[in-house]
């Protein structure tokens, strides 16, 4: 992967953005996902914004949104998209550039 | 653009349609695109399914006033607007209008990472939101393909897009999805099972080493449509696709008549010319003279002070003005003047279609009162025969509509396709037919000139000879010998006969005549000696009278003398 994004990982904070639709099954499930990672492996040093692209329309062809849910990582390192709802933990922490602590 | 109110109607309700306003496929659909229904459009690189997509876009803006979306999943807006400028639609300013709303899909896999279950709701709201915006009526998505490039999940994917298909249909706006051709299968990604309601396919196909892009229907649910391939261009005015048959036989004629420019070809026809408007074709063999025939008609309209076109195909330009100075057929100065135009090219410099376009162009701009395309028959080494056939269908339509006089020369021999071509292909749309022929005889060859058809008015049903000399073209009077009709040589000698037969029948006469002179000299001669015998008869005869007169009266006398008493002896005797 791209070395440069594991240059400060334990330092670095996270500004996540996560688009939902509404109340659907796969988007309640995003927000719960993400919150459990951020809660447990970014705390403190996180900002997540999430939005409803329903109440925004415009915004889904702003941000370039296809798939829903989606959850873009806007820093640190490059900006990072993931679609899905985040149930896939180890691709989620793999994308995000977050270091398991081998416990 | 076009007015198809007046497409005869069946009473049946038929299928609401959305006028694509793309030329030609509107005749095909019989109306256009399945309304509030999706379209697919099929076909390989460079077929033109995106302009296809956009033109149907940009039409129905200007046209039909109904707004548009484009969604693009490959080309990015500005480089959309960049290629189509040249075609005059200008997007910017549509978009500017509120009339047109782009939307670029940025599919890229290596920035995806599926996380998880997830669908294209974002797809969704893009597209809803874009119509809303704008009050969409027609939308276009160019290349949706593309998503499988972007998502591995296929199982979603396809479900998404048939969900994307109902909701594009629930929300009423005609949409065209267009869709790379596949491997035995219309799409690659097998689309078409998802779009029932229209799919229409282009190809693009290299016969001969031309280019012929065609269209074809493959299905339309609900209704009727051309089942055939059309050729289709794509121009500086957008697509147009070529039907043959659907132009309806109902344009306004001309009870005007043009001049063929020779007198006496005029002579045969019952109101000495042609009908203005009407198409008039000229077939003869090899060297008959039909560009001349056809130069002498240019150069008549010219002389009307009227525009000509003249399409050669064989000729440049150059070379057609000197040949037929050679005949006092002068076409430079009208070609100075501008009311001539002449269009040489190689037919098989375009395909057939091309050529068709740049004729209608030409004709568009130029307006002339008459065309002349000398020869069509050359067009065959561009495409095949029912090509040709549909080719010039087309063209003689669009002609008769405009009501411009056209005539076509073909070269003929014999046995080969190109009479076919004349026979059952174009004989059948021209009105006027005339052929050239070659009438051989005893050691030459003389031209023939005849009237096979002219609807509408009578004609000589004469074969009559012309030669093309250094006045121009003359029609010289039928010489019928026992053979049938007699030309060139066979004429002079025909002519003679005829002048020695006249010569010995003069002769005989009064050779008669003297014979009688003769007779009734001899006549005259005997009645004379007859004559002079009679009086020889009589005179004899009266001699004899006379003489018996006298001895009659002699003897009269004599008796009379006997029997009186003698006084005169007796006294003679008593004196004694």
Redesign the interface.
């Known amino acids: 992967m791209d070395t440069e994004e594991w240059v400060d990982p334990v330092e670095a904070s996270y500004v996540l953005h996560l688009y939902i639709t509404g109340a659907t099954p796969n988007s309640t499930r995003a927000v719960r996902n993400i919150k459990e990672i951020c809660e447990h492996y970014l705390k403190g040093r996180y900002e997540l914004l999430i939005v409803d692209v329903y109440q925004q329309t415009g915004l889904a062809q702003e941000e370039q949104l296809i798939g829903v849910p989606t959850l873009i990582k806007r820093s640190p390192g490059l900006v990072r998209r993931l679609v899905g709802d985040l149930s896939d933990r180890e691709r989620v922490l793999k994308a995000l550039g977050i270091i398991v602590p081998s416990a | 653009m076009h007015d198809y109110t007046t497409l005869p109607s069946t009473g049946l309700p038929t299928l609401p349609k959305a006028p694509s306003g793309i030329e030609g496929l509107d005749e095909i659909t019989e109306g256009g695109l399945p309304l509030g229904r999706p379209t697919l459009i099929c076909g390989s690189a460079g077929c033109g399914k995106t302009l296809m997509g956009i033109e149907f876009l940009v039409r129905g803006i200007l046209d039909h006033d109904e707004p548009g979306v484009l969604m693009t999943f490959e080309e990015s807006a500005a480089e959309l607007a960049a290629n189509v400028a040249s075609l005059g639609f200008d997007l910017p300013k549509l978009q500017a209008d509120q009339k047109l709303r782009l ?1 670029q ?3 890229d896999r290596a ?13 969704f ?2 597209l ?3 119509i ?1 915006a704008i009050g969409a009526k027609r939308v276009v998505l160019d290349t949706i393909e593309a ?1 499988f490039s ?2 591995p999940n296929q199982g979603v994917l396809r479900s998404e897009i048939v969900r994307l298909f109902r909701w594009l249909k629930d929300k009423g706006v005609t949409t065209i999805i267009t869709a790379e051709r596949g491997e035995g299968t219309l799409t690659r990604q097998g689309l078409e099972e998802y779009v029932s309601d229209c799919v229409i396919l282009l190809d693009n196909r290299v016969i001969d080493q031309i280019t012929t892009r065609r269209l074809r229907i493959v299905k339309y649910r609900g209704s009727t449509h051309g089942t055939n391939e059309y050729p289709y261009l794509i121009t500086e005015d957008g697509i147009s696709v070529l039907p043959v048959t659907s132009l309806l036989l109902n344009h306004a004629v001309s009870n005007q008549i043009v001049s063929s420019g020779t007198p006496a070809l005029d002579e045969m026809f019952g109101r000495r010319g042609y009908y203005q408007g009407s198409s008039v074709l000229i077939t003869g063999t090899a060297g008959t003279a039909k560009t001349t025939l056809a130069a002498t008609f240019a150069h008549e309209i010219c002389r009307q002070n009227q525009r000509c076109l003249f399409v050669a195909f064989e000729e440049s330009p150059q070379q057609l003005v000197r040949n037929m100075q050679s005949v006092s057929i002068d076409l430079a100065p009208y070609l100075a003047n501008g009311l001539l135009r002449i269009e040489a090219t190689r037919p098989t410099l375009n395909g057939l279609e091309r050529h068709l376009v740049t004729l209608h162009k030409i004709i568009k701009d130029f307006k002339p009162a008459a065309v002349v395309i000398d020869p069509i028959s050359n067009l065959i080494s561009v495409g095949n025969l029912s090509e040709v056939k549909s080719m010039l269908t087309r063209l003689i339509d669009f002609l008769k509509v405009n009501n411009i006089t056209a005539l076509f020369t073909a070269l003929v021999s014999g046995r080969s396709l190109h009479q076919e071509l004349t026979e059952d292909g174009v004989s059948s749309l021209v009105d006027t037919w005339i052929s050239v022929r070659d009438l051989e005889g005893i050691g030459e060859r003389n031209r023939g000139i005849s009237i096979l058809k002219s609807r509408g008015m009578s004609h000589s049903n004469k074969v009559r000879e012309f030669l093309v000399t250094d006045q121009g073209v003359q029609l010289l009077d039928v010489v019928v010998g026992p053979g049938g009709i007699v030309s060139g040589a066979g004429r002079l000698a025909q002519q003679q006969h005829e002048q020695a037969q006249l010569l010995t029948a003069q002769q005989e006469q009064q050779r008669k005549d003297r014979e009688l002179e003769r007779r009734r000299r001899v006549l005259e001669a005997t009645i004379g000696n007859l004559r002079t015998e009679f009086e020889t008869v009589e005179e004899e005869l009266r001699r004899i009278n006379d003489e018996e007169l006298t001895r009659q009266q002699t003897l009269v006398r004599g008796k009379a003398q006997f029997t009186q008493p003698l006084p005169l002896q007796s006294k003679r005797q008593s004196n004694s």
């Open positions: 939307d899909v940025h599919v920035e995806i990472e599926e996380t998880g279950e997830y669908d294209l709701e974002g797809l709201i893009r809803g939101h874009a809303d998503l972007g998502f």
